[in-house]
């Protein structure tokens, strides 16, 4: 049963509100103010919070703004109660994180429609991050491969992965369809669907390379093509945080030669680390730029950066773990896993940070086809 926080300083609207939604069977939590609500939140972790704005003691934008600064409950689910409609109103709720609002008076069945939809989300956000974490553990696990034994284990793994993940798709799929009216919604579920689906496909292919053709496999690759495909398997967290990724690619080709499920590993790890570390509502640079036979790709995030000691433990190849800037979780071993992935591709990884984001140096080598020259 999912937990619903209603925090409202009119007693007669938070009772209605109490009323209507257990007998939709939600358990509910109730606070006349945003004081008592951050305590409550804090407490109870409930799946989604409706506040009013106009409070006593503590606001419904100062209440977001602390719930926001705490990596524990600021991926809780935000809906703001409001009477005001005022432009500047919406753009600051939604700016601090809000996930939608409701004008009062409003209508139950619209209010129901829309805890479901957002309920809805985050629970497939949640798979999603299930899923990158297992697939990561995978790619961890064949680097140590050896045996037929192991590959059969891995295979079963990947193939109870690749189950998991088009479950998550034909959710996703049935759910565009019962909701087409839904335009902001239906941005969510089709960036949900077509990470899964791009995840799916991908695991596809890493498990045929690994159980058919357990040697690498080299191949000229594009790598902004590749890059493409990490941002499409990413869809779903960049749609939840809103973040704009700026990609510069030069005139000329960027070609490298290696195995391509290697190359998407480890874009992938940085690209999502990345998009951990950045706030909603940022932007991630990808740049591509030539360095004499090489290439490099600077990915630049605009978070809180990293200090020396988290760098080198990067550069150690040392597992560890932060919470991103929506309390993301994950194995603290992506990082680790790219740096034990770089010499099968001849790369190198840099980083530095100047307590304005981090930037990620990956030199490549270059590969000039005979009709680029």
């Known amino acids: 049963m999912n937990t619903l926080l209603i925090i409202e300083d009119d007693a007669i609207i938070r009772s209605q509100l109490r009323e209507f939604l257990e007998m939709e069977n939600y358990k509910i939590l109730e606070a006349e103010n945003g004081v008592e609500g951050l305590k409550l939140t804090k407490e109870h972790h409930p799946n989604l919070i409706l506040s009013d704005l106009m409070m006593p003691k503590m606001d419904g934008f100062t209440l977001l703004k602390n719930i926001q600064a705490n990596p524990e409950i600021r ?59 297992q697939t990561q553990a995978i790619a961890s696990q064949a680097l140590t491969i050896s045996s037929q034994a192991q590959k059969q284990w891995l295979k079963l793994m990947l193939h109870d992965v690749s189950n998991n993940l088009s479950g998550i798709t034909n959710l996703t799929y049935a759910l565009k369809k019962t909701h ?17 689906r791009s995840s799916q496909e991908m695991l596809t292919k890493i498990m045929k390379n690994l159980i058919e053709n357990p040697q690498n496999t080299k191949a000229i690759l594009s790598v902004p ?23 510069k690619v030069p005139n000329r080709p960027v070609y490298t030669v290696g195995d391509p499920l290697v190359l998407y590993t480890i ?8 998009i951990k ?80 984001g981090s930037h990620f140096f990956l030199y490549f080598p270059a590969y000039f086809p005979a009709s680029s020259n």
């Open 75 to 133: 991926s809780i689910p935000f809906v703001f109660l409001t009477a005001r409609s005022e432009l500047q109103t919406l753009r600051t709720a939604m700016n601090l994180g809000a996930e939608d609002f409701l004008y009062k008076p409003f209508e139950f069945e619209e209010l129901l429609h829309i805890i479901d939809i957002r309920l809805k989300r985050q629970a497939f956000l949640r798979q999603e991050t299930e899923m990158q974490v």
């Open 277 to 356: 570390f950045t706030p909603k509502h940022n932007k991630i640079y990808c740049h591509f730029k030539k360095d004499k036979r090489e290439w490099c790709l600077e990915i630049h995030d605009s978070g809180k950066g990293l200090n020396k000691t988290q760098i080198k433990a990067i550069q150690n190849s040392q597992n560890f773990t932060y919470p991103g800037t929506e309390g993301e979780k994950g194995t603290g071993m992506g990082l680790n896993l790219t740096h034990k992935l770089l010499p099968l591709l001849n790369a190198r990884l840099e980083i530095s940070s100047n307590g304005k």
């Open 267 to 274: 874009l992938h790890n940085l690209i999502s680390n990345a």
């Open 180 to 196: 087409p009216a839904e335009n902001i919604k239906q941005e969510v579920i089709e960036a949900l669907h077509l990470s899964a």
């Open 225 to 247: 093509e590749i890059l493409e495909h990490v941002k499409e398997s990413l869809a779903a967290s960049i749609e939840a945080k809103k973040i704009l990724i700026v990609t």
